[in-house]
């Protein structure tokens, strides 16, 4: 009999594992400032006892629960519990709601949910220069190479990218969220119409740029980080 209860505490236990191995965790992005919801897609929970809690650092705390009052402080206002889906709505965002959160509802045979909640930045308005490479009229007439470099505020899962028409030239990210991204870009065209585009996965941000409207003559070649006076700066999102 001993033998027979091993097997089937080793068998229980096993079945736990690979159930809680299985579990799928969702993934949600929100915006900073705006408004997300942990969408369950349940119905009929208003008389079971529901946790939420919240992980962000391996370190689980119970921010909300349906039939048990114990929101914690900071997120009073910010909270709305739905009775019958046990969904959890957030408002305000900030990065600092970036995390796991699981909710377990007590009954008989318990179920959980996961979700892994993305807060991102809207991502800026990226900025154009164009420095030419000749120094004279004469030659910017006639269709001299210019040097464009493209900049933004980087930020989660920005992206900075040219495009010529419909078609992608080249792109850049970092995963270093607080510095600048910078993409040059050599043209030759003095009649072409250049986009450049910054994105992340809840917003974009385009600027666009026609070589023989905007660009002027200049007289420096730096095209590093440092650009020299009388470059011209294009700032026109679309």
């Not at 993934?27 to 939420?52: A, C, D, P, S």
């Not at 519990?81 to 377990?104: F, P, R, V, W």
């Amino acid at each position: 009999m001993l033998a027979i209860d091993l097997i089937q505490l080793c068998i229980c236990f096993i079945l736990v594992v690979l159930g809680d191995a299985q579990t799928d965790v969702k993934t949600v992005r929100g915006i900073e400032g705006q408004t997300v919801t942990l969408n369950t897609g349940l119905t009929g929970l208003q008389k079971h006892m529901i946790y939420w809690t919240y992980d962000p650092a391996g370190s689980e705390t119970i921010i909300a629960t349906l039939n048990v009052r114990r929101n914690r402080p900071e997120y009073n206002e910010r909270l709305h519990l739905d009775a019958q889906s046990g969904s959890l709505t957030i408002k305000s965002l900030t990065t600092n709601d970036h995390g796991l959160y699981e909710m377990e509802v007590i009954r008989l045979q318990p179920l959980t949910q996961t979700f892994h909640l993305i807060i991102y930045a809207p991502v800026s308005v990226p900025n154009i220069r164009c420095i030419t490479q000749s120094r004279s009229v004469d030659r910017l007439l006639t269709k001299e190479s210019f040097s464009l470099v493209c900049s933004v505020k980087n930020g989660r899962d920005v992206i900075l990218s040219w495009y010529r028409g419909e078609d992608i030239i080249n792109q850049t990210s970092s995963r270093d969220p607080n510095i600048t991204l910078y993409l040059p870009l050599e043209v030759k065209e003095g009649n072409e119409t250049y986009r450049c585009v910054a994105n992340n996965p809840v917003s974009k941000q385009t600027t666009k740029l026609r070589i023989e409207d905007h660009c002027q003559q200049h007289t420096g070649t730096n095209l590093g980080t440092h650009f020299q006076p009388g470059s011209c700066m294009v700032h026109q999102p679309i």
